[in-house]
């Protein structure tokens, strides 16, 4: 059983800038994709960020903010966020997928998600 652990949530001012990580405790080598999600209260969770092999992509909301990166062979993913606002203000999940994607940013293609973390940015 795969169990997506993420960490570096918190509290920030903004323009500030946060660091969230996740490992998946469980999983076995392989090709893999990640997402990084988020759902702020009473809206529905949105794609933030993707990253196969390499190969990223963004929302726009945080493009240019935001860097996506991913463990070399090992299960880990990064997401650091710059340039924070306080719209960013979410829950932020991970989630893996052990098989490709058509459409990243659709929360039915992952199989395993992270518990979630929570980041605030006050203005």
Known sequence: ??????????????????RLSC???GYSWGSFCTAWFRQAP???REGVAF??????DYADFVRGRFT???GNGEPTSHLQM??????????????????????????????YWGQGTQVTVTS
């Open 42 to 44: 009473g809206k529905e």
């Open 51 to 56: 990253i196969r092999d390499g190969d990223t």
């Open 68 to 70: 996506i990166s991913q």
């Open 1 to 18: 059983q795969v169990h997506p652990v993420e960490s570096g949530g918190g509290s920030v001012q903004r323009g500030g800038s946060l």
């Open 82 to 111: 710059n340039s924070l606002k306080p719209e960013d203000t979410a829950t932020y999940y991970c989630a893996f997928s052990d098989s490709g994607v058509e459409i990243w940013g659709d929360v039915s293609e992952y199989h």
């Open 23 to 25: 490992q998946a405790n």
